[in-house]
């Protein structure tokens, strides 16, 4: 494991399940994250076929968007995901040898995710309770992301600010999150989003951060009208209470039978590499890489 540097000795100590907690505490909303959840996550991060497809589209994006910014790094390279939960995507980079040589990390609020990711991530993986609106590291890493998260932030403007002080010169910021409004449902409602996104608004928010965006992609283009009609009946989710919520989210959110995952799975890989090089007119979810510009163009 790399060693802490001396931003992470002074904002963190390390308890006795090896996770690097802040010094001055932070709060988090344990209620929305449902331990009983877990083992289900984990399951849908490493079998079903949205997060397959997902995964393989922004991996194949990462090495697209590195190859191009090739010596602007640190070798090896430090890369975090923040707000990553569980791990399902650090577990994707570490199954993978090309990211061997990195020094990787999971950043989230839960403690109890952080703890049940341990197994699933590896002993090589930091892991650090954070706050997405008060990160201690200033010039750390050299690719952050934040897939599936920003949506979830009243004040995503801040978040990404956050994200461009942790980054290194020249370091780059995934986002991932669902996208275009036409495509909301009460999924979005049962899921705690506050918004929905274009690539309009990934530029206004890179301007406002001070990023240059690199490079914008919608993806799940070619299952999008399949999902839409799935979700396009809304259940009286409003009269329903905790309980009765939690299975509704189990139902919506299984794995599907192994022949129709593996079918809507071959699909959704025939976006990859198409939909980075051609980009999609639409999709349910869109990418941006965002890069904190060089020292001397700041």
């Avoid at 040589?101 to 999971?106: G, I, K, N, Q, S």
Wanted: charged share 20%; glycine share 6%.
């Amino acid at each position: 494991m790399t060693e802490l540097t001396s931003d992470d000795k002074r904002h963190f100590q390390e308890n006795d399940q090896g996770i690097y907690q802040p010094v001055v505490a932070i709060q988090h909303r344990n209620d929305e994250y449902d331990e009983k959840g877990f083992d289900s996550l984990r399951e849908m991060q490493t079998k079903h076929f949205w997060y397959s497809g997902r995964h393989r589209f922004i991996e194949y994006t990462l090495k697209k968007m590195l190859k191009s910014a090739a010596g602007q790094h640190h070798n090896p390279l430090s890369m975090i995901d923040l707000g990553g939960g569980c791990g399902g995507w650090i577990h994707y980079l570490t199954d993978n040898p090309g990211y061997s040589p990195c020094e990787l990390a999971l950043g989230d609020s839960s403690i109890h995710a952080l703890e049940y990711a341990a197994d699933y991530v590896g002993p090589t993986v930091k892991r650090y309770q954070i706050d997405l609106l008060q990160l201690p590291w200033k010039d750390r890493w050299d690719v952050v992301f934040l897939l599936d998260v920003l949506e979830h932030i009243p004040n995503d403007l801040s978040a990404l600010q956050q994200a461009y002080n942790a980054l290194r010169p020249g370091g780059l910021l995934f986002v991932a999150t669902p996208a275009l409004k036409f495509f909301w449902t009460y999924n979005d409602e049962l899921a705690h989003h506050v918004r929905r996104y274009s690539k309009k608004d990934y530029a206004v928010l890179a301007e406002q951060a001070g990023f240059d965006l690199r490079l914008t992609r919608y993806f799940m283009f070619l299952l999008s009208p399949l999902l839409y009609l799935s979700r396009i009946r809304s259940p009286d989710y409003k009269n329903m209470n905790a309980v009765e919520i939690r299975k509704l989210l189990a139902q919506t959110h299984r794995v599907p039978a192994p022949p129709v995952n593996a079918a809507l799975k071959t699909i959704f890989h025939l976006e990859t590499p198409a939909g980075v090089w051609i980009p999609f007119p639409w999709g349910t979810s869109i990418l941006g890489v965002f890069q904190k510009p060089l020292e001397g163009q700041q």
